[in-house]
């Protein structure tokens, strides 16, 4: 029988975490330092047993809502896509999520538990009183060469991409610059703004995502220039080990005609396969990114409340979450672009 015991966040317990294939950036502590801090969480880190052997490892973030106790591996909202386990190939992911469930309810003291683990299919879900949405994702497969990467896109994406070099575009990578977190929100609030929106987060998240990441070199930062030196476009993508996520991007509207984002998708592929990712994740799945050659991962968002209360007041807070973001856009006075 597996078991979860709460461990202390010492160096060899990293290394021992570091060594796991099935390893994310989401379950570094850089990661779980930026979503501590954003989201006033405290960490949890825990191996898993089989007797007296470790099998693997779980991850997640105790928040307080309503002041219960929530336990996160994500939550939604916490732009962190994955988190879950870490487990040896030949332990199964549903037994290893059984033994969260006591983890959670019991030695944790939970009323809520959240789950999104990139390991665990809708099969392994049922009979455990989950409840879950499915929640694919776009991926691209990194591993073949350049020529075949760009021919797998749609062919309106490479006219762009080439329509983009024809024009003067340039992008640059970027590093240490303060001012990058600024630019990059402000042209997200422009692509909010096209929809009537606003961001549902802050510019200090962007910085602190940067301020945690940047210096152990697990982001790479893009901007896109016109002919003229304008920053057209930005680009935010986290990566370690064998992926590369597709945290943000942004542009103006008045530029998009140069197409500079596909231009940033494609640097960001090129430069992804050069430090030895396999995996590009755009991170949800949309229609849009389907022109890159994606294949949809299905990743399900699985959850349990102790009660139907606390189930029914997560509902109220997405709920209330989606209609406050849409009359902040209003009384910010962003406009539909026509």
């Given amino acids: 029988m597996l078991r979860l015991r709460r461990m202390d966040p010492d160096a060899a317990l990293w290394r021992d975490r570091a060594g796991y294939h099935d390893r994310l950036i989401f379950h570094t502590p850089e990661w779980l330092a930026f979503v501590a801090e954003c989201q006033g969480a ?157 961001p549902t987060y802050s510019v200090e998240r962007v910085k602190s995502l940067i301020r945690h990441l940047e210096p152990a070199g697990r982001i790479l930062l893009l901007r896109a220039r016109d002919p003229e030196g304008r920053s057209i476009a930005t680009a935010v993508l986290p990566w370690y080990h064998r992926a590369m996520y597709f945290w943000g991007g942004a542009s103006y509207r008045e530029h998009q005609h140069l197409r500079p984002n596909e231009t940033l998708i494609w640097h960001a592929l090129r430069w992804a396969k050069q430090q030895g990712v396999t995996e590009f994740d755009f991170v949800g799945g949309n229609a849009y990114k389907a022109k890159y050659g994606t294949t949809e991962v299905p990743v399900p968002w699985a959850r349990r409340s102790r009660s139907p209360l606390v189930a029914r007041l997560r509902d109220a807070a997405k709920q209330g979450f989606a209609f406050k973001q849409r009359t902040a856009a209003r009384l910010t006075g962003a406009r539909a672009d026509q």
């Fill in 42 to 198: 405290e960490p949890v880190l825990a191996t898993l047993h089989d007797g007296d052997t470790p099998v693997g490892h779980f991850t997640g973030l105790i928040t307080r809502k309503y002041g219960l106790r929530i336990l996160g591996s994500p939550m939604a909202g916490w732009t962190t896509s994955y988190v879950g386990f870490n487990l040896l190939p030949e332990v199964s992911r549903r037994a290893a999520l059984e033994a969260l469930m006591p983890f959670a309810f019991g030695e944790l003291g939970c009323a809520h538990l959240e789950i999104r683990d990139r390991g665990l299919t809708e099969a392994d879900l049922g009979g455990l009183g989950l409840r879950w949405d499915a929640a694919p994702t776009a991926v691209i497969d990194v591993n073949p060469d350049e020529d075949a990467l760009f021919g797998a896109m749609a062919s309106a994406c490479r006219r762009n991409i080439r329509k983009a070099a024809k024009s003067g575009v340039t992008v640059e990578e970027v590093h240490g610059d303060p001012a990058f977190a600024d630019e990059f929100y402000d042209q997200l609030r422009d692509v909010f703004a096209k929809q009537n929106l606003v």
